[in-house]
C-alpha cells in the first residue's frame, strides 16, 4: 500500500511527464493496417536524368565489340592451327617432274700411283619422286702421286699410268629412303638416300714409260654404280655427297716397248680392268624452283 501511495503522489505532483507520454505514443486512432501500409509504401523514385546529360557510350561499345571479335578470331585461328597438326606429316620436298641441274666436284680414291680430280655436272629429271633419269658429265685433272716416284727410284722398274680425260654416262637413281632429323633443336632438315647406275664412255690418254716416246687415247664402255646421300635445304636447293665407281677395261702401254712408233705400240698393248672409285660433293639445283601437293591429306 505504501507503494501505491507513493506513486499516485508522484502521479500528482507532475502531470506533464503524464502529456510527454502520450504525444510520444502512437494515436490511439491509428489500427494496424494503417501502420503497416505507411511502413510498405515504396520510396520516392530519383528524378530523371535528361537525355543531354547522359554520357556517349557508343564508342566505348564499339571498341569493346571490336576486342571481342579480336579476340575470338585469334582463339579459332589457334584452335584451327592445333587441328592441322597431323600424326604422319607429308614429305618435305617433292622431285616428281622436276629438273635438277647437280654441279660437282669430285676426287679419286683409290689409285696410290696417280689422282684424278674431276668437274663436271649431273642433269637430272624425276619421272616420279623415286626413279629419275639422267646425264652425266665430267672433266679429269690429273696428279701423279709421290709413291709412283718413289716405286721408280726404290725398285727401278716404271709404272703404267694412264690419264682420264672425259667421260660421259646416262644414268638412272632410285630412292630407296627418305627421312628426316632435327638440328639444334629447331630446324627440321630432310634427306634421301639413292642408288644410282647406268652406262657411258670415257676417254683416257696413255702416260709412256719413256717420256720421250708418243702416247695415245683410248675411248672405252664404262658402266658405273654409285650411292649418294642427300640433304633437302630449300624448296629449291639441295646438297648431297657421294660415292662413284666406275668399271672400264683399259688399254695400257706394254712394259717392253722400246722406240717403236705408236701403231707398232698400240699393236702389243694390255689391257686391264680399271675400277675409278671418286668422292662426289654437289649442290642440286631444281626447276621449277617449287612444288604443291595435287592431294589431300
Do not use: C
Not at 503524464?18 to 503497416?36: I, L, N, Y
Not at 576486342?67 to 606429316?89: F, G
Not at 662413284?244 to 717392253?256: H, M, P, Q, W
Amino acid at each position: 500500500m505504501k507503494r501505491l501511495a507513493f506513486g499516485l503522489l508522484l502521479v500528482l505532483a507532475n502531470p506533464g511527464s503524464v502529456a510527454a507520454a502520450e504525444a510520444s505514443a502512437p494515436g490511439a486512432g491509428e489500427t494496424a493496417d494503417e501502420k503497416s501500409s505507411e511502413a510498405e509504401a515504396p520510396a520516392p523514385e530519383a528524378p530523371e536524368a535528361k537525355k543531354d546529360e547522359l554520357p556517349d557510350l557508343s564508342e566505348e561499345v564499339k571498341e569493346a565489340a571490336a576486342e571481342k571479335e579480336e579476340a575470338t578470331s585469334q582463339t579459332t585461328t589457334a584452335r584451327l592451327s592445333w587441328e592441322d597438326i597431323v600424326v604422319v606429316p607429308r614429305k618435305g620436298f617433292l622431285k616428281r617432274h622436276r629438273l635438277e641441274l647437280a654441279p660437282f666436284a669430285a676426287i679419286s680414291i683409290n689409285d696410290s700411283m696417280i689422282r684424278h680430280y674431276s668437274f663436271g655436272g649431273d642433269l637430272t629429271f624425276y619421272l616420279t619422286d623415286v626413279f629419275s633419269v639422267g646425264l652425266e658429265g665430267q672433266y679429269f685433272i690429273k696428279e701423279r702421286s709421290e709413291r709412283e716416284s718413289l716405286v721408280g727410284f726404290q725398285f727401278n722398274r716404271a709404272t703404267t699410268l694412264n690419264r682420264f680425260l672425259y667421260s660421259t654416262s646416262l644414268v638412272f637413281g632410285y630412292v630407296p629412303a627418305y627421312g628426316k632429323f632435327g638440328l639444334f633443336n629447331k630446324y627440321i632438315v630432310h634427306w634421301d638416300v639413292s642408288v644410282n647406275g647406268g652406262i657411258g664412255v670415257i676417254w683416257t690418254e696413255i702416260i709412256p714409260i719413256d717420256p720421250a716416246n708418243a702416247g695415245w687415247r683410248n675411248l672405252d664402255i664404262m658402266p658405273q654404280v654409285g650411292i649418294s646421300t642427300r640433304m633437302f635445304v630449300t624448296d629449291w636447293l639441295s646438297l648431297s655427297i657421294g660415292l662413284r665407281d666406275y668399271i672400264f677395261s683399259d688399254k695400257f702401254e706394254s712394259l717392253n716397248r722400246g722406240n717403236e712408233k705408236v701403231q707398232q705400240a698400240q699393236a702389243a698393248e694390255t689391257h686391264a680392268i680399271t675400277n675409278n672409285i671418286m668422292v662426289f660433293v654437289s649442290a642440286g639445283l631444281y626447276l621449277p624452283t617449287s612444288f604443291s601437293y595435287k592431294t589431300p591429306r
